[in-house]
């Protein structure tokens, strides 16, 4: 049985925070469901108000056996046991707390109504915490997967010097590993596990590690370049920013700083409004997915220019 309980660790983390959510929306459903029907109703009869609060413990096993199923037995058991209180009732410990109860809460309407809001806050609160932790866990995944993509150890190549069309220099990077093929395969398929993108995702090339993003547009993949340098080639070789994308326009992703984090090149636009871009992915391999689908995220920009490609000149 999975632990739900546990810390957050591994690539389990996210079954396990569902499984959470589940059981907590599952539990606040039986609470609401038998507060509020024992409030509204409210039956003189102590078989009637067992009847609702059956129900509501119904409610609840139905959901966790429908979204948790892994649970539905310790459940059903903690269930069970609550509604054998009334059952117990008579026994003297349980009369003596009963009693203590029944004078805080003398109006049955309030008590049903409390447990009602008690489900309710559980409801909030479950949302509110999943939303929390998920956020969390993303950040760290995002994070964990940048930094597979960014890890090369770029160099200057001082044999090698590419320009805008303005004449300044662009400088090319290279590296000196080697990693095996089987090594990056690895690497790429552990990145788009955390990052939950292989659904969009249509593999254009390998990975490798002779280029970056940018080298793979600027250079045509035979350098890297470094991020610093974009805005540069795009100020140099003409390119003005559009608000309506065409096949073969260049598409620039920016972080919070607006420091230049991915370029890519858009390959469709559908009626529908989906825009699809092709870019190479640091040192993993080279993608074709929807605009918003990717670890760079959601701020980004397109820019046109008039020159036939997007390769710098001078590249050897």
């Keep these: 049985m999975p632990c739900w309980w546990c810390g957050l660790s591994g690539t389990d983390t996210m079954f396990t925070l569902h499984d959470q959510l589940f059981l907590g929306f599952s539990a606040a459903l039986g609470l609401i469901v038998a507060g509020a029907g024992n409030a509204l109703v409210c039956p003189r009869s102590r078989l009637a108000r067992t009847g609702i609060a059956s ?17 539905i037995l310790p459940a059903s058991l903690i269930g069970a046991g609550l509604l054998a209180i009334p059952t117990l009732a008579p026994l003297g410990v349980v009369r003596r707390i009963a009693a203590a109860v029944r004078n805080r809460l003398r109006e049955p309407r309030l008590a049903w109504g409390l447990v009602a809001l008690i489900g309710l806050g559980l409801l909030l609160g479950e949302l509110a915490r999943f939303d929390a932790v998920e956020d969390d866990f993303e950040a760290e995944q995002h994070a964990a997967m940048m930094r597979q993509i960014d ?13 805008t069309d303005l004449g300044n220099a662009i400088h090319l990077l290279t590296t000196g ?5 089987e090594y990056l395969a690895q690497n790429e398929a552990a990145s788009h596990q955390m990052a939950r993108l292989n659904e969009y995702l249509i593999r254009r090339g390998p990975a490798d590690e002779h280029s970056n993003c940018h080298g793979w547009v600027f250079t045509g993949g035979k350098f890297a370049i470094l991020g610093q340098e974009v805005d540069t080639i795009l100020d140099e070789n003409a390119y003005l920013p559009i608000t309506e994308p065409a096949v073969g326009d260049l598409c620039v992703y920016r972080g919070e700083d607006n420091a230049v984090a991915h370029t890519a090149i858009v390959r469709g636009v559908f009626d529908d409004g989906t825009i699809l871009v092709e870019g190479k992915w640091g040192r993993l391999g080279v993608f074709l997915h929807p605009v918003e689908h990717s670890v760079y995220g959601e701020h ?13 000149s001078s590249i050897p």
Excluded at 151 to 163: F, G, I, M, N, Q
Excluded at 177 to 181: D, F, N, V
Excluded at 303 to 308: K, L
């Design 300 to 312: 980004y920009g397109y820019y046109r220019s008039a020159r036939s490609t997007h390769v710098l």
């Design 55 to 71: 129900t509501g413990l119904a409610a609840a096993l139905a959901g966790i056996a429908g979204f948790a199923p892994a649970y």
């Design 151 to 163: 890890r090369v150890p770029y160099v200057a190549d001082e044999s090698h010097l590419a320009k």
């Design 177 to 181: 590993e080697t990693p095996s093929a």
